[in-house]
């Protein structure tokens, strides 16, 4: 690398994050319906036809030939995963810090700064692309799969930020919704509606401790926080505990505490056996909630024994789903692991929690708009593609020499 390459090297990302940063405290972040179809896909097909004509009558330039040099693609890749590095580390909210908000830093996709880098990598990968193809050849052929897939891969997951679409859709069992809210809580139609059938919940065995008056666990018990089976036997102060029986739905009534079928308003319920030198007993405790108070049994005048509620293992729901296309009841099962795809809607099952006023569990789906994730995924595709191809190249040519 010469001194004038490395110089241009140091100097354009500089520049180039100045240039940003004054373009972002004049004029805020850039707005992503400035570019939503169709702008955003004439500026692709403009950056697709426009490299390689720019890179064909002016290769012999200078200024060509820096931006289709190895130094010029390093500082670009170096600025560029500088700023997706700040942008995974850093949540990309509303942040609780006023200056990570006016710099940009808590939305650096939309920032003028990020635009000019991605602008300058696409343009530099372009050119070394073009520089490179110039001889038809295996070798060739797999450095062009694997350094488009790239190109592709940042040009299109870049351009598709401004046509994407995240809703958050709340709807209760037996509820036909028909919309959702986006991340400013704005009301949104997106085409279809989902009818809540069954929500179904399934819980991992709870866990036991010994809580001292402050509601802090003793050190004594902490290894007891582990899930329970029946039969587990647990040290709590002077007592020897057996667990005899776990329901994971139960309902309490006065002293007595029963099995049910239904989660709405149940708790998770444990009958102890507690025994010490002189006698044993055995007694309920269980979880609580806005209509219960939790079961606990005092093991002295500070410690007590509480049941920590127990985390969900699978959450998931049946719905049936609707179009306007046509408006009929499609049964579909969506789960954590398990989304509905819906042309470009991606409707994945989000959370859950209970209505305070009718005590109703309310699913949450979260439904992604994003049209051009097809062609970022074949991007990513032509890059591990041509990764692999390349190492076997390599192989291949080593054991030649």
Not at 25 to 35: N, S, V
Not at 43 to 51: H, M, N, Q, V
Request: hydrophobic residues 45%.
């Amino acid at each position: 690398m010469n001194k004038g390459k490395f110089k241009f090297s140091v100097i354009i990302p500089i520049f180039i994050l100045i240039t940003g940063l004054c373009l972002h405290f004049t004029q805020g972040l850039i707005r992503p319906e400035w570019f939503s179809f169709p702008v955003n896909l004439i500026i692709g097909l403009e950056l697709f036809c426009g490299i390689p004509l720019v890179y064909f009558f002016f290769k012999n330039k200078k200024a060509v030939q820096f931006l289709s040099s190895g130094a010029a693609a390093i500082s670009a890749i170096s600025l560029f995963a500088f700023l997706t590095t700040i942008m995974a580390v850093l949540p990309q909210e509303k942040p609780s810090y006023s200056f990570i908000e006016f710099s940009g830093l808590n939305n650096i996709v939309f920032t003028w700064y990020f635009t000019l880098s991605a602008l300058y990598i696409l343009i530099c990968l372009g050119f070394v692309i073009l520089r490179r193809f110039n001889a038809f050849s295996l070798r060739n052929i797999v450095f062009f799969i694997n350094h488009f897939g790239l190109w592709l891969v940042i040009v299109t997951g870049f351009l598709g930020q401004a046509d994407k679409i995240k809703l958050n859709i709340p709807v209760a069992e037996g509820s036909l919704v028909w919309y959702g809210f986006d991340p400013d809580n704005k009301y949104f139609e997106p085409g279809f509606a989902i009818k809540l059938t069954d929500f179904k919940i399934e819980y991992y065995n709870p866990k036991i401790g010994v809580f001292n008056s402050d509601g802090e666990l003793t050190g004594k018990t902490r290894e007891a926080l582990s899930e329970i089976k029946q039969k587990d036997k647990i040290k709590a102060g002077n007592y020897d505990v057996e667990i005899l029986e776990i329901l994971q739905y139960a309902s309490v009534s006065g002293d007595s505490v029963y099995a049910v079928t239904e989660n709405r308003g149940a708790v998770t319920a444990v009958r102890l056996k507690l025994s010490d030198d002189k006698n044993s007993f055995e007694k309920w405790i269980y979880t609580g909630n806005k209509m219960v108070k939790p079961g606990i049994i005092a093991t002295g005048t500070e410690n007590f024994i509480a049941l920590i509620p127990p985390e969900p293992k699978y959450f998931g729901s049946d719905i049936e789903f609707y179009t306007r296309s046509g408006i009929s009841a499609e049964p579909h099962n969506i789960s954590v692991n398990k989304p509905l795809k819906y042309y470009s809607w991606t409707i994945y099952q989000s959370s859950y929690y209970s209505d305070p006023e009718s005590g109703n569990i309310i699913s949450v789906f979260s439904a992604v708009y994003d049209p051009w994730l097809p062609f970022t995924y074949a991007g990513m595709f032509m890059l591990i593609s041509g990764a692999v191809f390349m190492m076997f190249t390599k192989i291949r040519t080593v054991k030649k020499d």
